[in-house]
């Protein structure tokens, strides 16, 4: 499914959804097979050739990444001049963007455990499984989300659900499985391009049974990018989507941000809570949804601000606001 900008008057932005994959389903098995047989010595000359293909050949990741660094640099030049030199930043950049894939090789295939993981804040997961209860997790495309499965070597009865939105990232996921080392029966992969009432269910039965929904909460919907809320992030005003909050909401479950990042080489897992539970009448429920998606953004920007070089939202984040 695709979708198309709200306005057709500006210069011509894809959204996310509508930007094709870069690379093939052969690339990424020879890239795989790559780390699998031969580890990171491998692996990284091999990456090499790939992200200078991708630097030349990807304008809209290199558009955007520029836009990014940019914001970056005017919001906080200390934290922009300690990335070093601004010429080959956007390589730089993507060269990130490739090393992420090696991280999650890894820890799809068991060699990253919980000893190499810093935990902020468990005792708010560790309270809710103890409860039995569910809640949403909003996470992001900074760092490497996939890294939380390494807590699965510690909770075995957690349930997790991961909704995606394109079958980009389905296809990717489908075959890391073929490579899965790790206990990971209780993760789910589900995808969703509209929010119904069947996929409502589901998720309020998941809830109920004690289960997480984790959900990407920086970039527009795909089947209406107009339904998001502008907050400010990085200095300028930027559009979150409503959707996950909104889910929050009708399932008036709690609403914890998860961000994974990787500092000094050791990963850290931030937990922080946004809401107990997020309720609200109908007439208000607009009013609480700005709310969040402000406190959330916050959250992002001060781990963003952490790792700038991690965050790889590769579409034009800004523009939303364009006239």
Sequence with gaps: ??????????????????????????????????????????FKPLLLPVIVYFYLANKNARRSSGNYLSMLKKFSPDVYQGLGCSRLLSFKHLWYFGDLLLDKLAVWMGHIGINDVTVHNGSLMNTLLQQKRGAVLLISHLGNFEICRALNSQHRDMKLTILIHTKHAQKFNQLLQQYDDSDSANIKLLQVTELNVATAMELSERIDQGGFIAIAADRVAIDNPVASTHVDFLGASAAFPRGPFLIAAILKAPLISLQCIRLKGRYHIHFDSLSEAVKAPRRERDELITQLTKDFAQLLQKYCLQAPLQWFNFFTFWSSNEK
């Design 1 to 42: 499914m695709s979708a198309t900008s709200n306005s057709s008057t500006r210069k011509p932005v894809s959204h996310w959804s509508d930007i094709k994959e870069s690379g093939t389903y052969i690339g990424m098995r020879w890239m795989l097979n790559a780390y699998r047989f031969g580890g990171k010595w491998l």
